[in-house]
Structures are given as structure tokens and as C-alpha cells.
């Protein structure tokens, strides 16, 4: 078992960025990789970044070029950063981990709201 928390979120405009931070109660060493989710109002929970134990990563095609995933797991922590923002990012933000089929754990926390408005 391990606790999730996320924090970061915020109101945005068009353009901005947002650094996303996710803290782990335990040791995040031992799952095959780190995700962060996202789930807009009507839509399904999406993988739109990860991270390997060895580092190696993956974007969601929306968010490549725009997105920086990365963990440090002396702290525990998987930070997702966001930059050019754009009002279909809008949704509530997760962090959680999978295994190597890229199935999600059941570790679910309470999330983060991104909001991107002008």
C-alpha cells in the first residue's frame, strides 16, 4: 500500500505553465514505473506521462514537447512539468503507479485541479 498526494494545481492562462508534484508515503522504488493521470469532466482517466525506475519516459501524444515528467526517489516524490498550458488540459491531475503492461495500480489519491482560462 502506498498513499498519494498531489498538489500544484492552480488557474492558469493559455501559455503558462504549472509544476506538479506528487509525494509517496513509502518508497516508490519497486513499482516498474510512475504515472501521471488526467481526467477532464466527461472523459476517461488518462495516462498522459511516466517514468521508469531507470528514467526512461513517455508522453502522451497531446502533451509531448509541452510536458516534463520526472521523480526523485530519495524524496519520494514524481514532479510533472507543464509548460505551454492549453484549455484542453483542464482536468483533474493524478499521479499513480503501473506496471509494465502500463496497468494502473489502484493507488489512487485525491488529485490536483488544473484549470487553463483566460
Known amino acids: 500500500q502506498v498513499q498519494l498526494v498531489e498538489s500544484g494545481g492552480g488557474l492558469v492562462q493559455p501559455g503558462g505553465s504549472l509544476r506538479l508534484s506528487c509525494a509517496a508515503s513509502?518508497?516508490?522504488?519497486?513499482?516498474?514505473?510512475m504515472g501521471w493521470y488526467r481526467q477532464a469532466p466527461g472523459k476517461q482517466r488518462e495516462l498522459v506521462a511516466g517514468i521508469t525506475t531507470g528514467g526512461s519516459t513517455f508522453y502522451a501524444d497531446s502533451v509531448k514537447g509541452r510536458f516534463t515528467i520526472s521523480r526523485d526517489n530519495a524524496k519520494l516524490m514524481v514532479y510533472l512539468q507543464m509548460n505551454s498550458l492549453k484549455p484542453e488540459d483542464t482536468a483533474v491531475y493524478y499521479c499513480?503507479?503501473?506496471?509494465?503492461?502500463?496497468?494502473?495500480?489502484?493507488?489512487w489519491g485525491q488529485g490536483t485541479q488544473v484549470t487553463v482560462s483566460s
Open positions: 513509502r518508497s516508490i522504488f519497486s513499482f516498474y514505473a
Open positions: 499513480n503507479p503501473y506496471d509494465y503492461r502500463k496497468v494502473p495500480y489502484n493507488y
